[in-house]
């Protein structure tokens, strides 16, 4: 399952920023002019997880496979972006199969950095984005023309579902916060529609605001329902000029300001919880793997994950959960202690299982 989150937000937010601060170098030009961002940037990172250091040491393998993540840069949307105003409409279709959208919204007040309509208004600005984001899906369902004469069944649901979502969108309701019926989430999905897309928040703050967030940052955006569950809190100047140093300075520097996390987990921690998902893990002497999955998944899937054949063939899957893996120095001393099941195809995976696959080719 391959992740992957589009970064969108008004020009001069930040959007570049963060970006190479979630890369750890520098590949997105960021600088103070709006629209400093023309072709897409895009990057992928290695989803951190450090119960794959322990598993690795206690197999003794020296592979170890993160499941990678990408992002996407883009340039920034104004107001008229989807009537082709400013760049950054162009690149929308960029991100059109991306699983969540970060947006960057602006709170860090800095005089020196430009903002587009010259103050700080970050309920503003993200009405500003969704309606652009609306607009442009709006462009996408008018390009879906029923055809003449006799309709298959499928066509008939297809494009009832797309009179339905116009209707929504036409009211000004982003497609994340409706509520859908079956058939305007297909058309949703088959049209990768942006604004039904889940959405992390990206606050960008200063480092006053970062220190204390509830007091300083929540309060702002509460009317337009943005809260701990669905953003994360970051300074992306900072993170980004401390993006060279070792991880261990970086924390050590940013603990200064009472930020606990780097921006990279912050932003991973949230799209999983976002989007439901969680990871199981592999640990055998060839290597050991985390592996991606929404979250409910069977055993009979998630060995699909690795392989269709683990899939078609599966037979059952040896289960272990990471602490009693971990107690038990690995496979054999759990084995013997009674912690690994065996489980049936039906198994719902939980996130940290460590997993063996039984199959017939
Ligand atoms: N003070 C302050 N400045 C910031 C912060 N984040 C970004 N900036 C500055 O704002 C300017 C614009 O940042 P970028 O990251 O290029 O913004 P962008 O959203 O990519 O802009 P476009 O590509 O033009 O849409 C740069 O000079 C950054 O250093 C922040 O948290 N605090
Ligand atoms: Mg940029």
Known sequence: ??????IVGLPNVGKSSLFNALLQRQIADSANYPFCTIEPNVGVVEVPDKRLNTLAKIVETKKIIYPAIEFYDIAGLVKGASKGEGLGNKFLSHIKEVSAIAHVIRLFEDKNIKHVSDKINPVEDLKTIEYELILKDLETLEKQK????????EETIFFQGVDGIKNILNKGVPGHTAKLSEKELLVAKRLNLLSFKPVIYVLNVDEEQVSDPERFVYPKLKEVGIDKTNSVVINARLENELKDYPLKERLEFLQEFNIQNIGLDKLIQKGYSILGLISFLTAGKKEVKAWTIKKGTTARSAAGVIHTDFEKGFIKADVVRYDDFVKNN????????GLVSSVGEDYIMKDGDIVEFKFNV
């Open 146 to 153: 029923k055809p003449k004469g006799k309709i298959t069944k």
């Open 330 to 337: 690995g496979w054999i001393k759990a084995r013997e202690n």
């Open 1 to 6: 399952m391959k992740l992957s989150i589009g």
